[in-house]
């Protein structure tokens, strides 16, 4: 094998992706760039490199800047290269396989508190269309921890105001049945009145179905519901980037300090992973230690005598 560094494999790697694998021209790209960054880093053949040496490349790519979420895939594109001259007998080992990716920094979403949340909810004021269907969003956002989209997609008849239940259909188009909360539900009965009159001032058949609608009879959008969060977040004068989703992270954090068990709002937000749904919740220390010392037995230097 003759020894003149890894330009000669980079290229049989790349040709192979193109061929064989069928990759995008732009995935192409991101392998070349960062094969040829550790090339420039690395100058020995395959045979000659060892795990050292890709951790070198790691943590040099950290400490110049380079986010984790970059490093981890460059480490992903060395992986897919090394087990390539793998399994074409170039080396005898994967040794980037043996690389541990860098661990990911965790980014903890906004939420507001309770009184913050009840202050936006009421922010949207007087009669007509838009304000009582701004203030039933708000409400229904925070009272039932749905994701905007689950928001946007519901039809007229996926509510029971009745009974307090709406039916939403969730990622990979699941449906589930969610509680509404009293002060949720009377915003929607006033949104039901005004949408019944502006459709019938605009004269828009019965058989549109969308319940949630815009100044046009259209049916209201993802983006244009998150800028009404945004918006009134901005006018009561709430610092950060608030908008649906930090309500959705409120509903699920007030909702285990207030003793609902995590199983529980796992289900109410639809997450397939409790994991998904630790994060979604913020406790303060505070409050750990509080639930500690009260459910623990021996919490207390008098309990254990």
Do not use: W
């Not at 009184?115 to 269907?133: A, C, K, Y």
């Not at 039933?136 to 009974?163: F, P, T």
């Not at 539900?185 to 009145?193: F, M, P, R």
Request: with cysteine; glycine share 8%.
């Amino acid at each position: 094998m003759p020894e003149d560094g890894l330009q000669t494999y980079i290229q049989k790697f790349l040709k192979y992706l193109e061929v064989e694998r069928n990759v995008s021209v732009h995935t192409l790209r991101a392998y070349e760039k960062d094969l040829r960054d550790f090339a420039g880093y690395c100058v020995a053949g395959p045979q000659d490199i060892d795990m050292i040496d890709i951790r070198g490349f790691v943590s040099h790519q950290i400490t110049t800047g380079r986010s984790k979420t970059t490093v981890s895939r460059r480490l992903a594109t060395l992986r897919s290269f090394f087990s390539y001259l793998y399994d074409e007998g170039y080396v005898k080992i994967n040794q980037a396989k043996l690389v541990p990716s860098p661990k990911a920094t965790k980014h903890l979403p906004n939420f507001l508190s309770v009184d913050d949340v009840f202050n936006l909810v009421q922010t949207p004021e007087g009669i007509g269309l838009l304000p009582v269907r701004d203030r039933a969003i708000l409400e229904l956002l925070y009272s039932s921890g749905l994701r905007v989209s689950e928001v946007a997609g519901l039809n007229i008849d996926d509510l029971n105001i009745r009974d307090g239940l709406v039916k939403v259909r969730g990622k990979g188009k699941k449906e589930r049945i969610v509680p509404v909360g009293n002060k949720a539900l009377d915003a929607l009965k006033s949104y039901i009145i005004e949408r019944k009159l502006f459709k019938k001032k605009k004269s828009i058949p019965d058989g549109d179905t969308a319940f949630f609608l815009n100044r046009d009879g259209d049916r209201l959008t993802d983006r244009q519901m998150r800028r009404i969060v945004v918006k009134y977040a901005r006018a009561m004068g709430i610092d950060g980037q608030i908008g649906p989703h930090a309500i959705r992270h409120s509903f699920a954090t007030h909702m285990l300090l207030g003793g609902a068990d995590l199983r529980v709002i796992q289900e109410l937000l639809g997450h397939s992973s409790l994991s998904t749904t630790q994060k979604y919740t913020h406790l303060d220390i505070g409050h750990l230690i509080d639930v500690y010392d009260k459910a623990h037995p021996f919490s207390k230097e008098g309990d254990r005598q």
